[in-house]
T-cell receptor, first 114, second 112 residues
Framework: GESVGLHLPTLSVQEGDNSIINCAYSNSASDYFIWYKQESGKGPQFIIDIRSNMDKRQGQRVTVLLNKTVKHLSLQIAATQPGDSAVYFCAERVFYNQGGKLIFGQGTELSVKP | DVKVTQSSRYLVKRTGEKVFLECVQDMDHENMFWYRQDPGLGLRLIYFSYDVKMKEKGDIPEGYSVSREKKERFSLILESASTNQTSMYLC???????????FGPGTRLTVT
């Protein structure tokens, strides 16, 4: 069935290091993916998105990589800062009722050590 | 900036009570969504609406209903609250049904 999963539920990194958060998706027809960040006590916040016709997309300090062959998505955060500590979700768009809907993964908690 | 607000951050209700969760967005978005978020289960779609007075069931609609009388407001109703509805409830809106969604801060509901 449809599922979006994350390889690791928690990730701890040192401040200044790069972070890589992984996500596996199961629907090979998914054409759009989003990464969200959720800080404690807040709603999810959009970070970056990527369409299936792309392999890589860069934002400010973040890069999303898409490997459609193995149905894998990753979020790379450069020079991780304490403010990056949060839960990160990936979401994939699947076809639904002649349109599409987002399916969210369970999340990875990123902890940044000073 | 898109702003999605939810009426309460924390709510405690008793079993059997009728509960209203309100959500308001200020960006004239057509689409609005209600999710619940539970540890280990991620975000699960309860109901969504793509227009005023239009509503569709999501993946877990049982025990819930919704109302959308105005474009900016989407209400989630628990007709008779039960302890298994203790959860974080997130509202979202989107200009397109399948695109990026903007989330509110969430309401943490505890049913005792």
């Amino acid at each position: 069935g449809e599922s979006v999963g994350l390889h690791l539920p928690t990730l701890s990194v040192q401040e200044g290091d790069n972070s890589i958060i992984n996500c596996a998706y199961s629907n090979s027809a998914s054409d759009y993916f989003i990464w969200y960040k959720q800080e404690s006590g807040k709603g999810p916040q959009f970070i970056i998105d990527i369409r299936s016709n792309m392999d890589k997309r860069q934002g400010q300090r973040v890069t999303v990589l898409l490997n459609k062959t193995v149905k894998h998505l990753s979020l790379q955060i450069a020079a991780t800062q304490p403010g990056d500590s949060a839960v990160y979700f990936c979401a994939e768009r699947v076809f639904y009722n002649q349109g599409g809907k987002l399916i969210f993964g369970q999340g990875t908690e990123l902890s940044v050590k000073p | 900036d898109v702003k999605v607000t939810q009426s309460s951050r924390y709510l405690v209700k008793r079993t059997g009570e009728k509960v209203f969760l309100e959500c308001v967005q200020d960006m004239d978005h057509e689409n609005m969504f209600w999710y619940r978020q539970d540890p280990g289960l991620g975000l699960r779609l309860i109901y969504f609406s793509y227009d005023v007075k239009m509503k569709e069931k999501g993946d877990i609609p049982e025990g819930y209903s919704v109302s959308r009388e105005k474009k900016e407001r989407f209400s989630l109703i628990l007709e008779s609250a039960s302890t298994n509805q203790t959860s974080m409830y997130l509202c979202a809106s989107s200009p397109t049904f399948e695109g990026e969604q903007y989330f509110g801060p969430g309401t943490r509901l505890t049913v005792t």
